[in-house]
């Protein structure tokens, strides 16, 4: 079982940055693929990144592009989501997600691949 708390939500105003965190328990963290998701309200959740168990490589919605990067510390047990240049269409809850198999992270872009979820950071760019 593997428990995840995500962190570093707020209010930010349209071009800040923010990086949003991800603690995981338990001793495999470092063999889980990792993705973020967001959910606006009245939106379906949506495939923001990903990252492969070893960091090695990463995958993106197009929306996030250039201006979004995730990266992993897996002595620190901890996925990050480094946020720049924020746009009001980035306002939504933030979720990570730890999958059990161990792919290419271009293969995690469904929730549906992922075993665990956190409880979600609420961001909100104002304009």
């Known amino acids: 079982q593997v428990q995840l708390v995500e962190s570093g939500g707020g209010l930010v105003q349209a071009g800040g940055s923010l990086r949003l965190s991800c603690a995981a328990s338990?001793?495999?963290?470092?063999?889980?693929?990792m993705g973020w998701f967001r959910q606006a309200p009245g939106k379906e959740r949506e495939f923001v990144g990903a990252?492969?168990?070893?960091?090695?490589?990463?995958d993106y919605a197009d929306s996030v592009k250039g201006r979004f990067t995730i990266s992993r510390d897996n002595a620190k047990n901890t996925v990050y989501l480094q946020m720049n240049v924020l746009k009001p269409e980035d306002t939504a809850v933030y979720y990570c997600?730890?999958?059990?198999?161990?792919?290419?992270?271009?293969?995690?872009?469904?929730?549906?691949?992922?075993?665990?979820w956190g409880q979600g950071t609420q961001v909100t760019v104002s304009s």
């Open positions: 997600a730890a999958a059990k198999s161990s792919y290419s992270a271009y293969y995690y872009r469904q929730t549906n691949k992922y075993d665990y």
């Open positions: 338990g001793r495999t963290f470092s063999s889980y693929a």
């Open positions: 990252i492969s168990w070893s960091g090695g490589s990463t």
